[in-house]
């Protein structure tokens, strides 16, 4: 272990870690849906294009071993930047292309399993850098960050293509087709700039993470321990507990992630409320922000000041009950742009606060052991496999049901979120990490 990598900040690389993580993430598998809209597609379609993106990041475990093998965790985040970097340019190059469509959905889906390897090697690096208390310490830092990349991307990148698209190019911002690639193209050569600046960043500031005591040697034995890792998670107690909360804490928000922005850009006689992407990302990126942030850090110090055990179910409830907001928006159609706010705000505010506990019951009662950054990883996975399903199906079922009964339709579905937050198992006390030989010890930094 180098003795300098103690003095570096956590808030030199933590923050931007898991916001460069998010960003990646979201412009993969959330703003790709709006460009799709835009570009003219369906609901249905949209919707199921870009969720069949989660895939790479819901198998990700797979590729847990593999990242111990070679070099360092750190090695692999700065790689994988690079590759994002570069490969959001070549989308920008690509649009256009006679048969652009399939060109950009192969270099999505391999962009999107760079992004999960990036998501494991961060991960890693977090959680093997940090003891438990300073993990504790930072986990609001760490979903404050994560949540400020959706805001920017789905916040400032979609207000910049409205903005381009009829500011700058002279376009209607209410016709969907071919006219919005000119601002698309900008879009993605700014995401790579910003993946690629970040790269640059962490090549200074990020720790190498530690590196596990048996890492493999070669490709057969990262096979058998990617075997030993699920053999090991499946004997740890309550596992299918831990398992069935991994994969509903979000299941509400699966099937809102894209369609509560399809309904704030549909038109009204859609059932939508006719915003243009300029507003849409005006509202997210600002007000949507702020209160994304106050609910990030003020919830990071309620689980802090009362830990995560007491406080699991009070989480579940700040994430899944404002939904309610988009329910409501859809029956009165409201035009007023302070209510459309209003609702925007609530619904990421208390989705800020809540956020922190499912991170943070990965760290300290799904991934301790032998394993940690495998098992983590088969966590996150399993998050993706929830977002993935819900949001291939959420386009299809909206067009079939309408706006108002399919929000009616999510508020039913935060029941089984609610039953396996309940149910959730704790056989680790909060702040500490169990040792292979099951005795509680820190996680060495």
């Known amino acids: 272990m180098r003795t300098a990598e103690p003095s570096r ?31 003219g597609m369906d609901n249905g379609r949209a919707a199921q294009y870009s969720s069949l993106l ?51 959905m192969a270099v ?45 991307a789905s916040g400032g990148m979609v207000f910049l293509s409205g903005y381009l698209h009829t500011q700058v190019f002279g376009h209607d911002p209410k016709v969907f087709g071919p006219d919005w690639i000119d601002a698309w193209r900008i879009i993605f050569f700014l995401a790579a700039g910003i993946t690629l600046l970040m790269a640059v960043w962490h090549l200074r500031f990020m720790p190498e993470g530690a590196r596990a005591a048996d890492t493999p ?8 321990i990617l075997l030993d890792a699920f053999v090991t998670l499946f004997q740890k107690r309550g596992v299918w507990r831990m398992i069935a909360f991994a994969f509903l804490f979000r299941l509400s928000i699966g099937f809102l992630e894209k369609i509560g922005p399809f309904f704030m850009v549909d038109p009204v006689s859609k059932g939508g409320l006719g915003l243009s992407n300029e507003m849409l990302g ?23 000041k009362r830990g995560l055990k007491s406080t699991l179910f ?7 009950i404002p939904n309610v907001t988009f329910l409501i928006m859809s029956i009165y159609l409201p035009s007023s742009l302070f209510a459309i706010t209003a609702g925007v705000v609530i619904e ?9 506990g499912f991170m943070i019951y ?18 996150t996975g399993l998050m993706g496999l929830c977002g993935m399903v819900t949001g291939i199906v959420s386009g299809h079922l909206q067009e079939m049901m309408g706006y108002v009964s399919y929000f009616v339709f999510v508020m039913v579905a935060t029941i089984p979120s609610f039953l396996a937050t309940w149910y959730a198992p704790f056989h680790h006390d909060d702040g500490s990490a169990p040792s292979a030989d099951g005795q509680a010890k820190a996680v060495p930094a």
């Not at 990041?57 to 965790?73: D, G, Q, W």
């Not at 009070?314 to 899944?320: D, F, G, K, M």
């Open 282 to 304: 005006l509202i997210y990126g600002t007000y949507g922000l702020a209160a994304v942030l106050l609910g990030s850090l003020l919830g990071g110090w309620y689980v802090a």
């Open 108 to 152: 999505f889906f391999g962009l999107s399993f760079i992004g999960a390897t990036q998501d494991i090697a961060s991960d890693g690096v977090y959680v093997t850098s940090l003891d438990t208390r300073a993990q504790s310490l930072y986990c609001g830092i760490q979903s404050l960050s994560w949540n400020i990349g959706p805001i920017v």
């Open 217 to 224: 040697s070669s490709v057969g034995d990262a096979g058998r």
């Open 348 to 356: 990421k505010f208390f989705f800020g606060f809540g956020a922190v």
């Open 9 to 39: 900040s956590p808030l030199l690389w933590v923050p931007t870690g898991y916001f460069t993580m998010a960003l990646g993430y979201v412009m993969l598998t959330s703003v790709t849906a709006i460009m799709f809209k835009n570009l």
């Open 54 to 104: 989660i895939l790479a990041y819901t198998i990700k475990p797979l590729f847990a071993p593999f990242v111990e093998m070679y070099r360092t965790k750190k090695f692999f985040v700065l790689c994988a930047q690079v590759a994002i970097g570069l490969g959001f340019a070549g989308v920008g190059l690509a649009l256009g292309l006679p048969g652009y469509m399939g060109i950009l």
């Open 362 to 379: 990965l760290m300290q009662q799904l991934a301790p052991g032998k394993y940690t950054t495998t098992h983590y990883a088969f966590g």
């Open 314 to 320: 009070v989480l579940c409830c700040a994430v899944n």
